[in-house]
């Protein structure tokens, strides 16, 4: 179901719909700062399973996850000073941003490293999401950016499609900080500069 969402000023009553089916072991896609991605809740193993069936990935390539604030990530992720201030700076934004996961990261979303990605993108909408569930949620590419596409791209598969508006598809720039020292994996809409 395509349910539209006002970006600036997201209608809490839809949003808790949304909620609703996460809480339920629902699948939904959503609008970021960079893409409109397909996730679920954090723990939801079989959500997470069959999206990596839908995107044809590999257990062994987790997803990134989304947080709400430098506080959930510190939840998440193990976070040293040097990485508090270099996320405090960019965040949020099209950043994603690889780091040490703690216990309270599913193994399915850590890589063999035990880091996981993490993104707070400056999208209202997926922050209230996130904000209103209590915890992340995972994200990958719907790889199209308009909602009845993705529709007809997972006809069988989402429970909700949010509609926020076009965007201007661009990847995340993902950087890790894994032991303080930066190092750019992908660059992508967000600035590098600072790490070159």
Same mark, same amino acid.
């Given at each position: %179901?395509?349910i539209?969402?006002?970006p =600036?000023?997201? +209608?809490?009553?839809l949003?808790n %719909?949304?909620?609703? /089916?996460?809480?339920n072991g629902?699948?939904i896609?959503y609008?970021t700062?960079?893409f409109? $991605?397909? $996730?679920c809740?954090?723990?939801?193993? @079989?959500?997470? +399973?069959?999206?990596?069936?839908?995107k044809? &990935?590999?257990?062994?390539?987790?997803?990134s996850?989304?947080?709400d604030s430098?506080?959930e990530?510190s939840?998440y /992720? =193990?976070?040293?000073?040097?990485a508090?201030?270099? %996320?405090? &700076?960019l *965040?949020?934004?099209?950043y #994603?941003?690889i780091l040490?996961?703690t216990?309270?990261?599913?193994?399915? %979303? *850590?890589?063999? =490293?035990?880091t996981v990605?993490?993104?707070?993108?400056?999208?209202?909408?997926?922050?209230n999401?996130v @904000? #209103?569930? @209590?915890r992340p949620?995972?994200? #990958?590419? /719907?790889?199209?950016?308009?909602p009845?596409l993705? =529709?007809? /791209?997972y006809?069988?598969h989402l429970d909700?499609?949010i509609?926020?508006?076009? *965007?201007?598809?661009?990847p995340?720039s993902?950087?890790s900080l894994? $032991?303080?020292?930066?190092?750019?994996? @992908?660059?992508?809409?967000?600035?590098v500069?600072?790490f *070159?």
């Amino acid at each position: %179901m395509i349910i539209s969402i006002n970006p =600036q000023n997201p +209608q809490q009553r839809l949003v808790n %719909m949304v909620i609703e /089916a996460l809480d339920n072991g629902g699948i939904i896609a959503y609008p970021t700062d960079t893409f409109y $991605g397909i $996730g679920c809740d954090l723990y939801n193993k @079989r959500g997470i +399973q069959l999206i990596h069936k839908l995107k044809k &990935r590999s257990l062994k390539e987790p997803f990134s996850i989304i947080c709400d604030s430098l506080k959930e990530i510190s939840r998440y /992720a =193990q976070v040293s000073n040097y990485a508090f201030k270099t %996320m405090k &700076r960019l *965040l949020p934004g099209p950043y #994603t941003f690889i780091l040490e996961g703690t216990k309270l990261v599913p193994k399915i %979303m *850590l890589t063999k =490293q035990k880091t996981v990605g993490i993104r707070v993108p400056d999208n209202n909408i997926c922050l209230n999401i996130v @904000r #209103t569930l @209590r915890r992340p949620i995972i994200t #990958t590419s /719907a790889e199209v950016d308009n909602p009845y596409l993705i =529709q007809d /791209a997972y006809p069988s598969h989402l429970d909700f499609i949010i509609d926020g508006g076009s *965007l201007k598809p661009s990847p995340s720039s993902v950087i890790s900080l894994v $032991g303080d020292i930066p190092e750019i994996i @992908r660059e992508g809409k967000g600035d590098v500069s600072d790490f *070159l």
